[in-house]
T-cell receptor, first 118, second 115 residues
Framework: AQKITQTQPGMFVQEKEAVTLDCTYD???????LFWYKQPSSGEMIFLIY??????QNATEGRYSLNFQKARKSANLVISASQLGDSAMYFC???????????????FGTGTLLAVQP | KAGVTQTPRYLIKTRGQQVTLSCSPI?????VSWYQQTPGQGLQFLFE???????NKGNFPGRFSGRQFSNSRSEMNVSTLELGDSALYLC??????????????FGPGTRLTVT
């Protein structure tokens, strides 16, 4: 069964430092997609970054980068130059595509609560 | 482009009642997915609609149902509400996975409280 594991329930980081949020996944599919979302206390889920299983380059979006290690089945999120506004819950998710089938269903990890300290 | 909108944002219902939540996807997006988020179970997939057809369904009882209209707007309905249905219900909008823009964008959610 497909599964996402986030082993860090909470993390602290100093403002302006970089932080890595861990995510490992389990799937037997060859085609899948990996997502990171940020959820502030307001509740909305903000899309941060996407990595496809066939993408050779690690995805980057501004201060966010995804460290994709396919053989290790890990998709860690790296946030550079942390800001106070980065304090939020962060979710790693995987889009199922069994046999390349049609679906946008996402499986989520349990999340990591990041606190950025001044 | 306008983002994903969900109405209402907050809702308080009594056990046994039913509720309908609405989601309007980003213009041009044809896929709408619904998720339930609770402190105990985390984020769980409810169902996905694409071009007015249910394409995928999560492990929820039949009290949870949904539909999608021709303009891609979607509604979900929960009948005979239980206390455990109290949750944040999130709607996600996406273009088809086969296109280049397969990112999923979420709405602000509807926070349902069942008393």
């Amino acid at each position: 069964a497909q599964k996402i594991t986030q082993t860090q329930p909470g993390m602290f980081v100093q403002e302006k430092e970089a932080v890595t949020l861990d995510c490992t996944y389990d799937t037997s599919d060859q085609s899948y997609g990996l997502f990171w979302y940020k959820q502030p206390s307001s509740g909305e889920m903000i899309f941060l970054i996407y990595q496809g299983s066939y993408d050779e380059q690690n995805a980057t979006e501004g201060r966010y980068s995804l460290n994709f290690q396919k053989a290790r089945k890990s998709a860690n999120l790296v946030i550079s130059a942390s800001q106070l506004g980065d304090s939020a819950m962060y979710f790693c998710a995987m889009r199922e595509a069994p046999g390349g089938g049609a679906t946008n269903k996402l499986i989520f990890g349990t999340g990591t609560l990041l606190a950025v300290q001044p | 482009k306008a983002g994903v909108t969900q109405t209402p944002r907050y809702l308080i219902k009594t056990r046994g009642q039913q509720v309908t939540l609405s989601c309007s996807p980003i213009s041009g997006h044809r896929s709408v997915s619904w998720y339930q988020q609770t402190p105990g179970q985390g984020l769980q997939f409810l169902f996905e609609y694409f071009s007015e057809t249910q394409r995928n369904k999560g492990n929820f009882p039949g009290r949870f149902s949904g539909r999608q209209f021709s303009n891609s707007r979607s509604e979900m309905n929960v009948s005979t509400l239980e206390l455990g249905d109290s949750a944040l219900y999130l709607c996600a909008s996406s273009d088809d996975y086969r296109t280049s823009s397969y990112e999923q964008y979420f709405g602000p959610g509807t926070r349902l409280t069942v008393t």
